[in-house]
């Protein structure tokens, strides 16, 4: 199954999951006109994304996203939450842990 993948302008980190259509332009037609309203301006990501055979994509499940794909004609791909941001950021060199004991010790 091959789709586009687009950039939201307005909403960091988000990405939209379309079909394409015979032409092999992204189908929109299925995507709720409340959704791209919320996302504002989209921009291609990817023009061609081929998910047959894919294990795994950067923050999705390729089986979710076909699944999406052919029930509703469209993913989203949301950011992560906020603590998965926060731990990626203690892993980065020159960071110290915060400390386990609440503060004022035991």
Known sequence: MKCAVLRSE???????????DADGEPDMEQVPAALTDHLGRL????????????????????????????????YLQTP???HELLDRAGDLPGRTTPPT???GGR
Do not use: N
């Not at 307005?10 to 394409?20: A, G, I, K, S, W």
């Open 10 to 20: 307005r909403r960091q980190e988000t990405y939209l999951y379309v079909p394409l």
């Open 43 to 74: 921009e291609t990501a990817l023009a061609e994304l081929d998910l047959a055979g894919r294990e795994r994509l950067a923050r999705a499940d390729p089986g979710a996203v076909m699944e999406a794909l052919a029930e509703k004609g469209y």
């Open 80 to 82: 992560p939450p906020i």
């Open 101 to 103: 004991e609440p503060p």
